[in-house]
């Protein structure tokens, strides 16, 4: 399985960007896919989720209301619109499939792809 992440760039604080996630080399209509995020000196976390069904999405207190995620399984591909940025620095965005301990739960378990190149995001005041 392959994973390639695209679409990251610089944008001012209250802009927009706009994610993709393409997975290559499984079934990707039954894979949930999460976004992560990884800052400098910190731990990756996810910042949204998606059930591979649709119906389930889940995301982060610091981004709820602000990013929304998706995906298109004709094109094997995950989305996460970002709009009302704020400043932060520089950041890496990575997908992968995820697994929860409970069923419809956020990403709590493990990731199963070996991870991508991701891509680079900064916010600017």
């Known amino acids: 399985v392959q994973v390639e992440e695209s679409g990251g760039g610089l944008v001012q604080a209250g802009g927009s960007l706009r994610l993709s996630c393409v997975v290559s080399?499984?079934?990707?209509?039954?894979?949930?896919i999460a976004w992560y995020l990884q800052v400098p000196g910190k731990e990756r976390e996810w910042v949204a989720a998606i059930g591979w069904y649709g119906s389930i999405i889940h995301y982060a207190d610091s981004v709820k209301g602000r990013f929304t995620i998706s995906k298109d399984d004709a094109k094997n591909t995950a989305f996460l619109q970002m709009n009302s940025r704020k400043p932060g620095g520089k950041a890496i965005y990575s997908c992968n499939e995820y697994f929860s301990d409970t069923p419809g739960g956020p990403p709590d378990r493990y990731e199963n792809f070996d991870w991508g190149q991701g891509t680079q995001d900064t916010v600017s005041p």
């Open positions: 080399g499984n079934t990707f209509r039954t894979t949930s």
